[in-house]
């Protein structure tokens, strides 16, 4: 969405319609003082139009003002955080048409009730601010908002990526490799694919990836200690923004980057093209229904499942939520993926997805998340393992939250993620009722112990949790203020 050119209109119309309406003028007034007509200032005011110079100097003498007042970009006290947001990157980059958002409609919402809309912008603008929101940060909220709303299924990739191996004549039961992107991009593509020397830079030691466009080809440096399915994945990436033609990219997998929406966004059409090609759905979608078909739970299978996809655990459990939606009718489910140090007891949430609307872990800023999890008892064991090199375990376990009863079913992955030195866990949820329950044939299996769980520490009213790592604050504030509240109104009855 580009607001720049709409900016001096729309800053204009607002500041006529906050003069106007300071000086108690209705549109017929200005306009029997102007000479200009009441539908031709109503356009103004809504940023529709711009005035030419000498409608600019009727408008300042009805109002009696400078001309150079109604000119000036400057708008007054009030009005400031509206000119701070079209001032930011945040509405000039963010394409809202793809939130089903109309730049008219928002442009006429800011003229309408241009004093009410400022305080509230404000208030989202000093909540930022607080949390010590980036703009990157913004993209990062507004891009998982974008899959949410469609259920992180998107068709015109799914057939994009069909359309590119039945062009490279794929067999449907051929899965492409390393190999295979490593020549097509090469061969077809013109790029050169080396290793990344984090010798001389070692700050480049966790980057995984770095593309630098030459003159002529492009330059891939791959970091050495990557794995071959983590090398796969971003031969694949790179291919999708070649053959989709994505032209705004990130240039690194560090995401410090990041400068526009599009350049997110780019990458995730790219990352989601990637994993389509080589993860089939075809493939995909039969292999979980056998898997669901089985009456007990059989970590070894999804392992087997990853390792023929020859795929990391993370970008597997992406994939599934790809698919749960549409051929699974599954879709109360989340992502999560959380980091820990080997020897430390904390973790943190660096990933996470919701699909619907359900009770589920979200990030929480300086809290404790609940150690009931598999999520994080899985990182606990992953930790105690003498030997975690190419290692990856996995769990299952059935989930129940302790303040609304609601159950899911979590299976967690964990692995040491190279080249950090840190543990991963990567978890997908699923909401149980009891559709999902018959679709999903093991978990009726009494094998499954039903685990008591909450969000974090601090909310939570299980008392006498013996993994407990801080006191309920926030649940003990929250009860407070209801007991005040009920105080309060118990006092005015009488």
Known sequence: MALKSENTRLLFGLKLKQLRVDKKLSLGDLSAKSGLSVSYINEIEKGKKYPKPDKINALAGAMEVDADALISPKLSKRLEPITELLDSAILTELPLELFGIDPATLLQLLSEAPSKTSAFIGTLIEIARNYNMSVEQFYFSALRTYQEMYDNYFEDLEQEAERFLSEKGVPEEQLIDEKYLTALLTDEYHYQIQTLDDNGHPELDSVRSVMIPKKGHSLLLLNKRLSSDQRTFILGRELG???????????????????????????????????????????????????????????????????????????????????FPKYFGINQLFFARFNGYPGHNRYDMTKELHLGRKHYPHTKKDEHYCRRWAALTILQELSEETDTKGKILCKAQLSQYADTGEKYLVVSFAKNMAPDIQNVSVNMGIFLDEATRAKIKFTSSPEFQVREVNGTCERCAIFSCKERMAAPVVLQKRNKTELLKNALKQLVSE
């Open 241 to 323: 923004y070649q053959f989709l033609n994505l032209k705004k990219r990130l240039f690194t997998t560090a995401l410090v980057e990041a400068e526009s929406f599009e350049q997110l966004l780019n990458n995730y059409f790219a990352s989601y093209f990637a994993s389509a090609i080589l993860i089939k759905r075809s493939l995909l979608v039969s292999r979980l229904r056998d898997f669901f078909a089985l009456e007990t739970w059989q970590p070894e299978r999804l392992l087997d499942m990853i390792a023929f996809f020859n795929t990391t655990p993370e970008s597997f459990c992406y994939r599934t939520s790809n698919v």
